[in-house]
């Protein structure tokens, strides 16, 4: 059993990665376990010289546990396949793996400009990892009308995600990138909402694409996982370095978890996206609803976008609606089927009243005083997903 690149990218989810066959046996499970451990064992000096000159090359060796063994291989090689990538360093969080991305493309005196929508933590990790380094940055709308003005002579990174954090604006990563390569920047993409699958940022010009493979790739909220990816040989090699200077690992059974998650991702994506539009074609027909953000809603002022560059989308939406902040409360406490917590991405439904501090930072926001609620529709049947929001909008507006 084996796929080619030229394969569909559905037949190379379930074919990447696989265990292989054991040459005194000719068997081998259908699932690659999870292989542990700390220590490697060399059969010789040689092949243990080997390994570290294959290490220090910039390539995949193994000399110590932290690398991984054959699990993690398995699972950066389905990155790999999702992201169109070469290498793939897979990180503890989503986090550890933006952060991984920023420590290896900048030092001292550095400056980097970020999309003002991007993922909240990067902006606690700008005021004391990257402040205490002596790395500026700044933080824009990402149009290049906007960014232009910014350039000083120090920029080295632009960081984006597409769609953008809590209310999912759609960028032009094929201008972006044009962009970064006139001013010799390199673009870097969270890709968490596209998990490699609906989108895929390095095919539109970006040099590193960077994921929370705790949302999607896993899919059922059992595992933390991060992962950067790229194609750029001086990209990898500085990810690389980075990655193993600063030690880096996840668990085999993490590898093994979103392993597993990532081989159903296709039909869950798919029946996300399904149950979230049926969702906001209830949402688009009530008067309390003001605005719908979901790329793939034909409402959505992204949409051209998602069209253009996008190969289907999720359960992800933000819904603004008129209601005072106690109402607000009271609708995300009366609703039984959605979860109330921070993650998404998980088989389940949840929700999230959207801070106003967190949102005024959004320059795609048009600063009303409606409240702002990010909802993950999971998969339940949307019919009683819809029933849920219907009673508990109406105890709301009670």
């Not at 994921?211 to 896993?218: L, N, Q, S, V």
């Not at 950067?228 to 690992?249: E, W």
């Not at 991702?265 to 605005?291: E, F, M, S, T, W």
């Not at 106003?356 to 019919?383: M, T």
């Amino acid at each position: 059993m084996s796929a080619s690149k030229n394969h569909h990218l559905d037949t190379l989810l379930m074919h990447t990665g696989m265990a292989p066959f054991d040459p005194a046996t000719g068997a081998a499970p259908v699932a690659l376990p999870s292989v542990r451990t700390s220590t490697v064992r060399f059969e010789s000096l040689d092949a243990l010289a080997k390994a570290r000159a294959t290490q220090l090359a910039g390539d995949r060796g193994v000399t110590y546990g932290r690398i991984g063994m054959q699990t993690h291989e398995a699972l950066e090689s389905v990155v790999c396949a999702l992201e169109s990538a070469e290498r793939c360093f897979l990180a503890p969080s989503g986090l550890s793996a933006m952060t991984l991305s920023v420590m290896a493309l900048l030092g001292a005196g550095d400056h980097m400009l970020v999309s003002d929508s991007v993922y909240g933590p990067m902006r606690y990790l700008d005021k004391t990892v990257l402040k205490r380094m002596n790395i500026d940055v700044t933080y824009s709308r990402a149009t290049v009308a906007d960014l232009e003005p910014l350039l000083r002579p120090e920029t080295r990174v632009l960081y984006v995600e597409s769609p953008g954090s809590l209310l999912f604006e759609m960028l032009d990563i094929p201008a972006l990138a044009k962009f970064a390569q006139q001013h010799d920047l390199l673009l870097v993409t969270d890709n968490t909402w596209g998990s490699g699958y609906l989108y895929r940022p390095l095919e539109l010009g970006a040099h590193v694409s960077v994921m929370a493979g705790t949302k999607y790739i896993g899919g059922h909220s059992d595992l933390m996982l991060g992962a950067v990816a790229a194609n750029d040989a001086d990209v990898i090699a500085r990810l690389n370095q980075t990655h193993y200077a600063m030690g880096y690992s996840i668990s085999a059974d993490d590898a093994w978890l979103a392993l597993r998650g990532v081989r159903t991702l296709p039909i869950r994506l798919r029946q996300h996206a399904q149950n979230a539009l049926q969702v906001c074609q209830y949402l688009a027909g009530r008067d309390d609803v003001v605005n719908i953000f979901h790329p793939a809603w034909s409402g959505d002022p992204g949409h051209a976008l998602w069209q253009r560059d996008c190969h289907g989308s999720n359960g992800m939406m933000a819904v603004e609606l008129k209601l005072t902040p106690a109402q607000a409360e009271t609708f995300v406490n009366a609703l039984t089927l959605f979860g109330i917590g921070f993650s998404w991405g998980g088989y389940e439904s949840l929700v999230q009243l959207v801070e106003p501090g967190a949102i005024a930072v959004h320059s795609y926001w048009s600063k009303s005083e409606n409240a702002i609620v990010r909802l993950h529709i999971g998969l339940e049947d949307p019919a009683d997903l819809i029933a849920d929001i219907q009673q508990a909008l109406a105890v709301a507006g009670k």
